[in-house]
């Protein structure tokens, strides 16, 4: 079982930026894939970003490419967001999610899920 807690959230203008992190328990960190999802308001929760284990291979939705980085530290369970030139759209609750296998962009790849960490991006 692992357990995930988001953190980082916040309030930032158009064009900020913010970090978001997310800190796993647990021995075995370094053998999950990790990924961060969100749900704007009315709307469907849709994949960010993930980051595969043992590889470290990224990959991005095409509408934070670009923007957003997905990184890890293994020594500290930790799998973190950094979001740059944030918009209005980026507006959500943000999710880590933890895979025993590959990952991917679907959220039924993902075993793990955080409870979220809201993002709210002001014009």
């Known amino acids: 079982q692992v357990q995930l807690v988001e953190s980082g959230g916040g309030l930032v203008q158009a064009g900020g930026s913010l970090r978001l992190s997310c800190v796993a328990s647990?021995?075995?960190?370094?053998?999950?894939?990790m990924g961060w999802f969100r749900q704007a308001p009315g709307k469907d929760r849709a994949f960010v970003a993930t980051i595969r284990r043992f590889t470290g291979f990224t990959d991005y939705s095409n509408f934070v490419k670009g923007r957003f980085t997905i990184s890890r530290d293994n020594a500290k369970n930790t799998v973190y967001l950094q979001m740059n030139s944030l918009k209005p759209e980026d507006t959500a609750v943000y999710f880590c999610?933890?895979?025993?296998?590959?990952?991917?962009?679907?959220?039924?790849?993902?075993?793990?899920w955080g409870q979220g960490t809201q993002v709210t991006v002001s014009s």
């Open positions: 999610a933890a895979s025993r296998a590959s990952g991917g962009g679907a959220e039924s790849e993902y075993d793990y």
């Open positions: 647990g021995r075995t960190f370094s053998s999950y894939t």
